[in-house]
T-cell receptor
Framework: SQTIHQWPATLVQPVGSPLSLECTVE??????LYWYRQAAGRGLQLLFY??????ISSEVPQNLSASRPQDRQFILSSKKLLLSDSGFYLC????????????FGPGTRLTVL | AQTVTQSQPEMSVQEAETVTLSCTYD???????LFWYKQPPSRQMILVIR??????QNATENRFSVNFQKAAKSFSLKISDSQLGDTAMYFC????????????FGTGTSLTVIP
């Protein structure tokens, strides 16, 4: 069966510091990968998605970037965190077939102070 | 652009009763998929039910069913025989057909099941 991992689970960072969140998927090949942010009391906002190694699409302009160095690895980064980057970050994977759904990781809670 | 609207920020229901959560969406697409996800206090997103837009028959998964009205762009979730474990945030989501199969989520409905 497929599993998706995210780490760290919780992170507290000062404003202006760098960020690296990692997501890995097991049990599937060539998945679509997604990064979402969930602000307090709000829904999920799609940040980035990737259909293959090195292929990143951004949904909204922001202080963050994403990379996919390996087929089942997806990284969310920032060079300098802002207070507004605080939130709950979710990684998800989905299949290539149009009927496939998305499956989510356990998330990372990021607090920028 | 696709938008998903959940107009009920909070709802409550007595245990064993039935509750309906509303969702509307706006799209110019003809082929798409709709989903309901559940997010309990653990914050793990769990798929509840899925509906293909080309299917007229409403999807059903045990105690969960949907009322899909394509012309009205409405996709409500009915939970029958509510259980305490159903307490969670519920998100409606729209998937656009195309490269990447992007999802677009509503703002969620917080459901509390009262014993």
């Amino acid at each position: 069966s497929q599993t998706i991992h995210q780490w760290p689970a919780t992170l507290v960072q000062p404003v202006g510091s760098p960020l690296s969140l990692e997501c890995t998927v097991e049990g599937t090949s060539n998945p679509n990968l997604y990064w979402y942010r969930q602000a307090a009391g709000r829904g999920l906002q799609l940040l980035f998605y990737s259909v293959g190694i090195g292929q990143i699409s951004s949904e909204v302009p922001q202080n963050l970037s994403a990379s996919r160095p390996q087929d089942r690895q997806f990284i969310l980064s920032s060079k300098k965190l802002l207070l507004s980057d605080s939130g709950f970050y979710l990684c998800a994977w989905g299949g290539r077939v149009l009927t496939d759904t998305q499956y989510f990781g356990p998330g990372t809670r990021l607090t920028v102070l | 652009a696709q938008t998903v609207t959940q107009s009920q920020p909070e709802m409550s229901v007595q245990e064993a009763e039935t509750v309906t959560l509303s969702c509307t969406y706006d799209t110019s697409e003809n082929n798409y998929y709709l989903f309901w996800y559940k997010q309990p206090p653990s914050r793990q997103m769990i798929l509840v039910i899925r509906q293909e837009a080309y299917k007229q028959q409403n999807a059903t998964e045990n105690r969960f069913s949907v009322n899909f009205q394509k012309a009205a762009k409405s996709f409500s979730l009915k939970i029958s025989d509510s259980q305490l474990g159903d307490t969670a945030m519920y998100f409606c989501a729209f998937m656009k057909q195309g490269t990447g199969n992007q999802f677009y989520f509503g703002t969620g409905t917080s459901l509390t099941v009262i014993p």
